[in-house]
Each structure stands twice: as structure tokens, then as C-alpha cells.
């Protein structure tokens, strides 16, 4: 194995044993990656939706340029007609988190003329969250707004020993 692959399980295992639990509020997601929440470049944010799962608790971070940029919470006929004047919410700090509180669809385009219909427009289904089932299977801790991340947290710690044991079968530890 090369030493880029040895560094790429290195970073897997690193990042599942502590960036889950590190994370408080469930996972963040930055829309559109690096690229940002713009128009051009053949940006299209369904796609980048689609390969993404969204859960109550996760964040997403709408980073743009606020000048020429905003993000409108919009209901799903204003979401399919673009249309920006009757809004849920509007953000437009050009660094917007935004926290998922509820399970379906939640609906955001740039409220800018033309750049929705242009593509700046993203469907985020979030599913139900990894919070822990009615009945607490451990009893150990009382109820708590991050009961979901313990869970995300458990589930990365048992995902980097699966990594990590793959690893030392194929370094041949
Ligand atoms: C909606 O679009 C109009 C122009 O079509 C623009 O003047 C207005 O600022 C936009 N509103 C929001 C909230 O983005
Ligand atoms: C984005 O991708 C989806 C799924 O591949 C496609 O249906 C849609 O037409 C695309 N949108 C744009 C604006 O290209
Ligand atoms: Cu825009």
C-alpha cells in the first residue's frame, strides 16, 4: 500500500473516532462544498443534495457572498416557481447556519432575480434524527438535546474500529 492510502485510512479513522462526537448539533454540511451557495460553474445543488443524508440536528452552512447573494426558507410552490416574495425566513449574513429542527422537505433559494431559476435553489430532505429511541437502551443518561449526537458520536467510534481494523489487515499488522 502507498503512503497516501496509509494517510487516507489514517485520516478516515481519525476523523470517525473524533470529529463525530466533536461536533455538537449532528453533523454540518456546507451546501454546495467548497463551491458554495452561487450560480455558475454548473452548480447544481439537487445533485448535491442527492448525495447527502440529512438528519434532524445537522446544520446547514450557507456560505456566499451577501451582496449578491441571500438565502430565502421558502415553501415547496414558492420553491418551484422561484417565486422570493413571500418567505418563511430570509438569512443574508453570507454566512448562514441553519439548523435542521424537523424531519421533510425544507426548501431554499437565492431570492436574487434569476439566480433560482438559474439553479440556486436546493431541496434538503432531512429524515428522522439519530436521536435515540423512545426507551434509552442504556438508562445511563437523562434525556438531553444531544442525546443525538452520543449516537452519532457511537456510531463514528464503531465505524473507525471497522476502519481501523481493515486497516491493520490490509498494512498487514
Ligand atoms: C425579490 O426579487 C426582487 C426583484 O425581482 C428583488 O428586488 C427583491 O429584493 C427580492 N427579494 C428578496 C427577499 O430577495
Ligand atoms: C440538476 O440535476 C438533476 C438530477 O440529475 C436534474 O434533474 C436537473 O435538471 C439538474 N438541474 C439543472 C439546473 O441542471
Ligand atoms: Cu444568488
Known amino acids: 500500500m502507498d503512503s497516501s492510502r496509509k494517510a487516507g485510512l489514517l485520516l478516515a479513522v481519525t476523523v470517525a473516532l473524533w470529529a463525530g462526537p466533536a461536533l455538537s448539533g449532528g453533523m454540518i454540511f456546507t451546501v ?49 416557481a ?50 435515540a429511541p423512545s426507551s434509552s437502551p442504556t438508562g445511563l443518561s437523562p434525556p438531553s438535546p444531544n442525546a443525538g449526537d452520543r449516537l452519532v458520536g457511537g456510531s463514528s467510534v464503531f465505524l473507525g474500529v471497522l476502519i481501523m481494523a481493515a486497516s491493520c489487515v490490509l498494512l498487514g499488522f
Do not use: M, R
Open 32 to 80: 454546495g462544498d467548497s463551491a458554495g451557495w452561487t450560480i455558475g460553474n454548473n452548480l447544481n445543488y439537487t445533485q448535491w443534495a442527492a448525495s447527502k443524508t440529512f438528519h434532524v440536528g445537522d446544520t446547514l452552512l450557507f456560505n456566499y457572498n451577501n451582496q449578491i447573494h441571500n438565502v430565502l426558507e421558502v415553501k415547496e410552490p414558492d420553491f418551484n
Open 82 to 131: 422561484c417565486k422570493n416574495s413571500s418567505a418563511i425566513k430570509e438569512y443574508k449574513t453570507g454566512k448562514d447556519s441553519i439548523l435542521i429542527t424537523s424531519i421533510g422537505h425544507h426548501y431554499y433559494i437565492c431570492g436574487f432575480p434569476g439566480h433560482c431559476n438559474f439553479g440556486q435553489k436546493v431541496d434538503v430532505l432531512a429524515v428522522g434524527s439519530s436521536a
